[in-house]
């Protein structure tokens, strides 16, 4: 008997099936994660998805029975897939798996629209925690919606196909940056900055001005006026598919992995699974900027729907949530061997190790985390172990130099035992992130076995 815990190289543990089973597997989720680049693009692929496989809209007051395969969309940013079990849901609770679909981006400002030196550019607010600088000088794609006049609702999406124009934020050249090189990193570049090209023709027709050119190729093709940006939800994102990684292809870079490489696997868990447990997997927004909201895991929609659930199968909701359990999947850093003095190496998470389970988050002294208790880990161990799961443990870095955080503790907080565990992920928040498909794979894996577990 080995009494040392020692991680598992997937790779090296991989026979040729398993090895064609992660490939393969890694090519439904980067088709995903194409389609899935905002909150309400992940929205509408998994509906999509489950609707595939029978799952059917539910609205407050339909009734709910077991046997029932259901989703929710909450104002198309959120959504809850739905499997009603058999089992006695007082008596077993709820088995959740909560993931976040909206990643770091650059927003655009309620009036965006601006023009100097002879040409026109879009005003960005960046959303969640970037580096400034790493938004610059790379093609963006403009996602998201604006509500006309009337209630009618344009989508919009430029900068995705194959002969669409992308948009530009540019950099300092070298030669005049000698002042900008002196500045700490954080500040060389501010968020003001951060000023996308949007157009340079003016209108010779009219003699009119750069911007009132770009705003009439607007209106000719989404039927929006300068006003319209007040009401839109519009947002540069980096353009183009995810690739693979190195000669093997082990690795996938992408943007948006924080955190669709773990909605993804609760998803396809939730379809794959031989389960007679209620099971709901959640995709939520918000998370990159504290779960307020409307959509965002502080809202009480997860309540109302447990309640729903409840009474619909004669159980009382308090009991039901008190004996429910949840996996908040959410990313962690990945051990970076060009920054290792900012990990812990023997509390890291590590490429090609498989998903990671992470007891608390946190900043710290564990401010501002859910501390999952002995018994919750204990319990996800087993089903892993039992199911030949390779996986692994680790926290967020060293104690002192920083932290972040997940949904764990929202969902906590209403009563529900509660432990994150995710994939672990090179340059996080960066335009284009990095994650092994191995360790998706395992996610999936893991998460398969939560839902099977007696």
């Known amino acids: 008997m080995d009494y040392e815990y020692k991680r598992k190289n997937c790779y090296k543990e991989a026979d040729e099936k398993e090895l064609k089973a992660i490939f393969d597997y890694a090519e ?21 998805l489950a609707a595939a496989r029978g799952y059917k809209p539910f609205t ?3 009734k709910i029975k ?7 969309i909450n104002r198309d940013k959120n959504i809850f897939i739905i499997r009603v079990g058999t089992k006695d849901v007082a008596k077993h609770g709820v088995k959740i798996m909560a993931a976040h679909v909206d990643s770091p981006r650059l927003d655009l400002k309620p009036n965006p629209v601006f023009e100097d030196g002879g040409m026109a550019y879009l005003k960005t607010h960046y959303y969640g925690g970037i580096k400034k600088y790493q938004w610059t000088t790379i093609p963006l794609a403009l996602h998201g919606v604006v509500m006309l ?3 009618k609702r344009v989508d919009v999406c430029i900068g995705e196909e194959e002969g669409d124009p992308i948009f530009y934020i540019s950099d300092l050249l070298p030669h005049l940056s000698q002042e900008q090189n002196a500045k700490p990193l954080g500040t060389a570049i501010s968020g003001e900055s951060l000023n996308a090209v949007l157009a340079s023709i003016p209108d010779d027709e009219e003699k009119k001005a750069v911007k009132s050119a770009a705003l009439k190729l607007l209106h000719d093709k989404y039927g929006m006026t300068e006003v319209d940006f007040e009401a839109s939800e519009l947002c540069f994102v980096p353009a183009g598919k995810p690739r693979d990684v190195g000669l093997d292809r082990a690795l996938i870079s992408a943007y948006g992995h924080d955190d669709k490489v773990c909605a993804y696997p609760e998803m396809t868990a939730l379809f794959d699974c031989n389960s007679k447990d209620t099971i709901i997997a959640v995709f939520a927004d918000k998370e990159e900027v504290g779960s307020n909201g409307v959509t965002g895991m502080q809202s009480r929609v997860i309540l109302d729907l447990i ?26 850093a990945a051990y970076d061997p060009a920054y290792a003095d900012v990990y812990e190496k023997s509390n890291a998470s590590y490429i090609n190790c498989g998903a990671s389970l992470t007891k608390y988050h946190g900043a710290r002294g564990k401010s501002s985390t859910n501390d999952a208790s002995a018994e919750m880990v204990g319990y996800l161990r087993d089903a892993f172990d039992d199911a030949g799961v390779i996986w692994q443990t680790g926290e967020l870095g060293k104690i002192d130099i920083g932290g972040g955080g997940t949904v764990a503790m929202f969902i906590a907080n209403l ?8 994939v672990p992920v090179l ?11 191995a360790d998706l794979y395992s996610m999936h894996k893991a998460m398969v076995a939560f839902c099977e577990k007696e």
């Open 427 to 437: 340059s996080m928040h960066a335009p284009y992130e990095v994650i092994s498909k």
């Open 415 to 422: 009563g529900i035992d509660t432990c994150d565990m995710g």
């Open 28 to 48: 439904g989720y980067k088709q995903f994660l194409y389609t899935s680049k905002t909150e309400r693009g992940a929205t509408a692929t998994a509906e999509k």
């Open 66 to 72: 077991a046997g029932d395969k259901l989703y929710f």
């Open 149 to 151: 006049h009337g209630g």
């Open 60 to 62: 407050f007051g339909n």
């Open 307 to 332: 309640d729903c659930i409840s009474h619909g199968l004669g159980a009382d909701p308090v009991l039901v949530r008190y004996n429910s359990k949840c996996v908040s999947a959410d990313v962690t």
